[in-house]
């Protein structure tokens, strides 16, 4: 290594406090801003080029740089998303947080030809505005470039693999294997665009859910996932489950219904619409069964899903379905255990005191 190197290397090792205070700064501003804007992503890293690797760096081209400070990647960060349409999100981003050094930054996603692919990344070259942070006894926190490369997880995938085949072994990949990388490239991109793609269609299909639920329109909606928990948002068994804590001036206690997805299945519910109408063929004999549950004691804590549970126990028993469907219900809301034999037995014999079991 040359001289003028060693005094690069000398002015890295001075510089070193103020990339390590940088590296601390960027990491949590990229954190804390990511988590407040709801993005979710795979990874936020940064590192600090080791001195062995810029002495390396320095070897082969250190008469490139008049001072250190001319090397961009002395502090570098990562952001890896979920999906490729976020790396534009955390882009705008980016360039509202950093000063941006657009000569030297590049996108490498719009550096292929129209029948070629490869390597895809973001590279911003960045600078700490005054705005963010200002310190008079370290100015260099604002003149340190430093780069923040952002990819999506299959484009991160694509890049590891590609470095490992094509640039460990030190060999020339011979012409075959290139163009089996290309293939292999392309389809990598079309899987990146297809994960956007059908992210963007189930956030559509779901505002559309929102909606025919809000509006009241059920039996347009198929039972699912989606559906029944929007279902749930409007909170459609609140006014049974009040009139339920009511006879004895219980207090209401959140609990989980997504169990119930899988009872209204086995009722042959196929859409929003049937569930509905099993909730009103019952919703009177529910309340009865309660009042009778609750009348002679002196609980005055209720579960929100007791309304939803008495729904279907009545259901189940007008169908015929006996102390086995309500085994099975239980199984089905509290897991498969012996109690609920027992539970099933108790509430039958309640049941038969009831004016629709007679």
């Known amino acids: ?68 400070t001319d090397i961009t990647d002395l502090l570098g960060a990562r952001i890896i998303t979920y999906y490729t349409d976020d790396v534009d999100r955390i882009a705008a981003i980016a ?43 370290c100015p260099q926190l604002n003149t340190i470039r430093f780069e923040l490369q952002l990819r999506s997880t299959v484009q991160h995938a694509w890049a590891a693999i590609n470095h490992d085949i094509g640039y460990k072994t030190g060999v020339e990949i011979p012409r075959e294997y290139l163009r089996q990388m290309n293939r292999l490239a ?17 956030t559509d299909y779901r505002r559309r859910v ?45 609990v989980p219904m997504d169990a119930y997805l899988g009872v209204f299945k086995e009722f042959d519910c196929h859409t929003l619409g049937d569930v509905s ?31 939803v549970q008495n729904i279907c126990i009545v259901h189940i028993l007008r169908q015929g379905g006996g102390k086995i469907g309500l085994t099975r219900l239980f199984n089905a809301i509290n897991g498969n255990n012996a109690q609920n034999e027992l539970l099933a037995e108790m509430t039958y014999k309640q049941a038969l005191n009831l004016p629709f079991m007679k």
Request: hydrophobic letters at 40%; glycine letters at 4%.
């Open 186 to 202: 392309g389809m990598l991109e079309l899987a990146d665009a297809e994960f956007s793609r059908i992210r963007m269609a189930i």
């Open 95 to 137: 360039e509202q947080l950093f000063d941006i050094d657009w000569d030297n930054s590049v996108d490498k996603r719009r550096l292929h030809d129209l029948d070629s692919f490869g390597y895809n990344s973001l590279h911003y070259i960045c600078r700490l505005p005054e705005s963010l942070i200002k310190d008079a006894d």
């Open 277 to 307: 109408r099993v909730f009103e063929q019952c919703e009177e004999d529910a309340y009865a069964l309660a009042r009778y549950q609750l009348g002679n004691t002196d609980i005055d804590i209720i579960s929100s899903a007791v309304g």
């Open 210 to 254: 929102q909606k025919l639920v809000s509006s009241g329109r059920l039996d347009d909606l198929q039972l699912d996932g989606d559906t029944f928990s929007n279902y749930l948002l409007t909170e459609p068994f609140d006014a049974l489950n009040k009139r339920i804590a009511a006879i004895n001036q219980a207090e209401i206690q959140e």
């Open 1 to 68: 290594m040359d001289l003028h190197s060693e005094i690069l290397l000398e002015e890295y090792d001075g510089l070193l406090p103020v990339l390590e205070r940088m590296y601390t700064f960027v990491t949590e501003l990229l954190e804390h801003t990511l988590d407040n804007n709801g993005i979710e992503v795979t990874s936020v890293r940064a590192r600090i080029k080791t001195r062995q690797s810029l002495a390396g760096k320095l070897a082969l081209k250190g008469s490139k740089y008049t001072a250190v």
